[in-house]
């Protein structure tokens, strides 16, 4: 069983920055692919960034390009999402998730286990 447990949301003014934390209890935490997704209000779930595996390949969707930095360190079963020049459309609350080896880590369907989730507020 894998259990995600997220941390380093809140507050933050536009243009600050933040670090997102997603401690993982798996056993084999390097055999996973890690993603994270967020969710605003009323809309749907989006596809944030993810890491692969083998932590050769990243993924970012394009709003968060040139911003977004997603990092693991696979001694401390955790994953990572530092954001800076946060804009208010960054509000949301923000998942991380798990992908098991050999799943297609791109596709949002492979991710099988979930966090609950940290909210990040981005005030204008």
């Known amino acids: 069983q894998v259990l995600l447990v997220e941390s380093g949301g809140g507050l933050v003014q536009a243009g600050g920055s933040l670090r997102l934390s997603c401690a993982a209890s798996?056993?084999?935490?390097?055999?996973?692919?890690m993603g994270w997704f967020r969710q605003a209000p009323g809309k749907e779930r989006e596809f944030v960034a993810a890491?692969?595996?083998?932590?050769?390949?990243?993924y970012y969707v394009n709003s968060v390009k040139g911003r977004a930095t997603i990092f693991r360190d696979n001694a401390k079963n955790t994953v990572y999402l530092h954001m800076n020049n946060l804009k208010s459309e960054d509000t949301a609350v923000y998942f991380c998730?798990?992908?098991?080896?050999?799943?297609?880590?791109?596709?949002?369907?492979?991710?099988?286990?979930w966090g609950q989730g940290t909210q990040v507020t981005v005030s204008s």
């Open positions: 798996i056993r084999t935490f390097s055999e996973y692919s």
């Open positions: 890491i692969s595996w083998d932590v050769t390949r990243t």
């Open positions: 998730a798990a992908a098991p080896y050999g799943s297609s880590w791109l596709e949002e369907k492979n991710f099988g286990s």
